[in-house]
């Protein structure tokens, strides 16, 4: 937290980027508070993870402080103690954590209390008035926690009573639509805003299933979280194997190849390339292979070379395997 060093603010926004904590940013700056927008940058958004902290100037009226978060934070969703949604988001979970390191930072730049985007309703599993409740009290933040867009629906925090955050300028905003914001934002002149879109791969089905694998497998560290990103995964006979599925993930790929895993590529046709977790056998090998050759586009045996850390190689011979057999592996 260097970059904060010195500085002073009347209080810390959990911030995502999203209208509604642009919003939030805004509404607290037009009372004349200094506002710290702390996004935290978690491994499990959409792109690959670039764990890199900063500190910049909103054009909105706020600065912004973006933390990144590791191994702790991936204990936690590895661990949740409240479980998790309906994929692979442990929400409550996640958002004390959040408050937690919140509170640190506002305990650091001398801030009054926190603030949130949050919307009454607007997400089923976290934005329940229990929920707020269990969270600010898991955290150790209660009654410390102004959520400007839903205030009026919701008891005075500690911020509106003392007088710091006017109440009577705050909203009661419920539900999951939009059209509220979207002319708040026009009356306050934000037009640069991200549509809605789940920002959190953690409710994808998709990378779920996935997530829940390499948990089972004892594989969800950091780097896997990124690869769970990337291609087409299966696991066969119980070893890991991530398939690209255009040019662009296959140099991903060969750049996360190194002592965890074997690297496979199609000699003299253009093809996938892939990574096999290292503890495979050479049937295991052989059966990746065979699953690269299935899509090369050929139906012809092809040579597929195997690249190990130390700088072995190994060439085989790989027939396409037939459809029905590779969904069979598929994760």
């Not at 997530?211 to 969800?220: I, K, N, P, Y």
Request: charged share 30%.
């Amino acid at each position: 937290m260097r970059e904060l060093k010195g500085k002073k603010y009347d209080i810390v926004l959990l911030y995502s980027g999203g209208l509604d904590s642009i919003l939030a940013g805004v509404i607290l700056a037009r009372q004349g508070l200094k506002v710290l927008a702390v996004k935290f940058i978690h491994p499990f958004g959409k792109g690959v993870w670039q764990p890199q902290e900063k500190f910049y100037s909103s054009p909105h009226g706020f600065d912004i402080y973006e933390v990144p978060l590791g191994q702790d934070y991936l204990e936690v969703i590895k661990n949740p103690r409240h479980g998790y949604g309906s994929n692979a988001n442990p929400c409550l979970d996640c958002k004390i954590y959040f408050m937690k390191k919140a509170k640190e930072i506002a305990e650091q730049v001398g801030a009054r209390g926190l603030a949130t985007g949050e919307v009454l309703g607007q997400r089923p599993f976290s934005q329940r008035r229990s929920a707020m409740r269990l969270i600010e009290k898991e955290a150790g933040v209660e009654g410390k926690v102004v959520r400007p867009l839903c205030a009026k629906l919701l008891p005075p925090s500690q911020l509106e009573t003392e007088g710091t955050v006017d109440r009577e300028k705050l909203y009661a905003i419920r539900g999951r639509g939009r059209k509220i914001q979207m002319k708040l934002a026009e009356e306050f002149g934000i037009k640069d805003y991200p549509p809605p879109a789940g920002g959190c791969l953690l409710t994808d089905p998709g990378y779920a299933r996935r997530f829940f694998d390499a948990r089972e497998h004892g594989e969800l560290d950091l780097e896997m979280t990124q690869l769970l990103k990337i291609g087409r995964h299966f696991r066969i006979n119980g070893h890991k194997l991530i398939v690209g599925r255009n040019q662009h993930e296959n140099e991903l790929l060969e750049k996360f190849f190194n002592q965890w895993w074997i690297l496979l590529e199609p000699k003299d046709i253009k093809g996938p390339s892939a990574l096999l977790i290292i503890e495979a056998d050479q049937e295991t090998i052989e059966l990746g292979a065979k699953i690269i050759a299935r899509y090369c586009r050929t139906e012809e045996p092809i040579s597929v070379e195997a690249k190990f850390p130390e700088g072995k190689t190994l060439t085989l011979e790989a027939s396409p395997l037939p459809p029905e057999e590779v969904e069979k592996w598929t994760i």
